[in-house]
């Protein structure tokens, strides 16, 4: 059994449909060009709209995550910030940052003296070979951070 087709004229507003699509499509990378991505600079600004001027401190944040990432669209990663978790002394925030993502912020997790320990895990999308950034909110209002490198030898948001 076989079907017979048709062909119709387009219409003049079927013609003007696929007009607007084809030049919204033609726009799209003019609108999100790929190369808008986050640099070194625009991911400490972020982090210093987070935390304003205080001082961060070295250490206390494990980060755990590949040196090497197969697949940038999957990484793993996890956090871990050693505190007590009392009521006097306990990790409120961890956000991760990556440098060179279009969104320079990542995740945030939040704590409380209820959570037990200061511990997250995900799965990230990363764009290519940058750092990671955990800051950690103290709370008492210090603030912790840590750096690593991920290399990635796929990407993940951009190809």
Not at 60 to 79: D, F, S
């Amino acid at each position: 059994m076989s079907k017979k087709l048709t062909m119709t004229p387009l219409g003049r507003r079927d013609f003007l449909r696929l007009t607007a699509c084809g030049a919204t499509a033609a726009l799209l990378p003019v609108l999100h060009p790929a190369g808008a991505m986050a640099d070194a600079a625009s991911t400490e600004a972020e982090i210093k709209k987070l935390i304003g001027d205080k001082k961060r401190t070295d250490g206390r944040i494990t980060l755990e995550l590949p040196q090497i990432a197969e697949n940038g669209n999957t990484v793993p990663i996890a956090v871990e910030v050693e505190s007590p978790m009392t009521d006097s002394d306990y990790v409120k925030a961890v956000h991760l940052f990556a440098e060179q993502n279009p969104n320079p912020s990542v995740a945030t997790f939040r704590f409380s003296p209820q959570s037990g320990k200061a511990w997250a895990a995900t799965r990230i999308r990363l764009i290519k070979t940058q750092n990671i950034i955990a800051v950690a909110e103290m709370s008492d209002g210090s603030i912790y951070s840590a750096k690593a490198e991920v290399k990635v030898t796929i990407g993940g948001c951009g190809g």
